[in-house]
């Protein structure tokens, strides 16, 4: 099993910058395929961007490329997504969550199975 725990969020203005992290508890992190979903206030979840156990294959979300970056160090049990140029449309709870998958992303966020609790990002105009 495993345990994420999700930092980073915060208040920040329109076209600023966060860095997410999700810390992941347990041995043999490189197993798991790790995705960011985010949840905005009375609206489904969205999918984000996932990434292999590796690291070599990412994944992001045709309208958050190019602002959106996962990327992971397996050495440190952590998984980040830097966000840029931030929207207020960006705001929700965001996720990470885990499965443990040898060489390839999850790409459906209900094949996860296992879940932080979330931070807040919140973006104001």
């Known amino acids: 099993q495993v345990q994420l725990v999700e930092s980073g969020g915060g208040l920040v203005q329109a076209g600023g910058s966060l860095r997410l992290s999700c810390t992941a508890s347990?041995?043999?992190?490189?197993?798991?395929?790790v995705g960011w979903i985010r949840q905005a206030l009375g609206k489904e979840r969205e999918f984000v961007a996932a990434?292999?156990?590796?690291?070599?294959?990412?994944y992001v979300a045709e309208s958050k490329k190019g602002r959106f970056t996962i990327s992971r160090d397996n050495a440190k049990n952590m998984v980040y997504l830097q966000m840029n140029s931030l929207k207020p449309e960006d705001t929700a709870v965001y996720y990470c969550?885990?499965?443990?998958?040898?060489?390839?992303?999850?790409?459906?966020?209900?094949?996860?199975?296992?879940w932080g609790r979330g931070t807040q990002v919140t973006v104001s105009s």
């Open positions: 990434t292999s156990g590796s690291g070599r294959s990412i």
């Open positions: 347990g041995q043999t992190f490189s197993r798991y395929a």
């Open positions: 969550a885990a499965k443990d998958v040898a060489y390839t992303m999850v790409l459906r966020t209900e094949e996860y199975d296992y």
